[in-house]
């Protein structure tokens, strides 16, 4: 896998300048994001998102439901919100295995993302402050009820906001072992 394989998920967005941080972020991930599974265990994802490459194809269904879903008139947001909400995804488990040293997810993975995407602001300054805070809200708060472990002294906070609450149902959807996803209908 290679850095453009969230061309298309990119292509989605409606902002160029949006777009283009996506962009921006994606060719700074840590190389290994390209090719760990998105579980070590095998325990929290289905077959698709084990395995060489596992993250990516975890994180294009993660992207793909919400931009499915966004066509129900359930959820009526704006062009923008979509795109921070597709951003938000791409990159959410970004730094799953910490700085790259590590072989396992790390549990503080949002915080660590979220401030990935607070260094990547700072250096393109291509997000609004408000545009920057959603992502990183989104992002810290994508684990849902899962937010403490017995391993770790992190809380991380749960989703409070319609978009966070979207972001956590979309990455809780690409994790269910039952649910199979086609990557060539997308």
């Excluded at 061309?7 to 060719?27: D, R």
Aim: charged share 25%.
């Amino acid at each position: 896998m290679s850095r453009d394989t969230f061309e298309k998920e990119i292509g989605w967005i409606h902002s160029e300048k949006i777009a283009k941080f996506a962009t921006y972020c994606v060719n700074n991930l840590p190389a290994y994001f390209f090719t760990v599974p998105a579980s070590s265990s095998g325990k929290y994802h289905p077959s698709y998102a084990l395995g060489d490459g596992g993250l990516v194809r975890h994180t294009k269904a993660a992207v793909s439901i919400a931009h499915e879903l966004f066509d129900l008139e359930m959820f009526p947001f704006t062009n923008d919100e979509q795109d921070l909400i597709i951003l938000s995804l791409i990159l959410h488990d970004g730094l799953k295995q910490g700085d790259g040293n590590g072989k396992r997810t790390v549990f503080d993975h949002p915080i660590l993302a979220a401030n990935f995407v607070k260094r990547c602001n700072f250096e393109s300054q291509l997000l609004t402050d408000e545009q920057e805070a959603f992502v990183v809200n989104a992002i810290e708060s994508h684990m849902g009820q899962w937010n403490t472990s017995k391993y770790s002294k992190v809380e991380l906070p749960k989703p409070k906001n319609k978009f966070q609450k979207y972001v956590h149902l979309c990455d809780y959807l690409a994790s269910r072992k039952y649910l199979e996803f086609d990557f060539e209908s997308i």
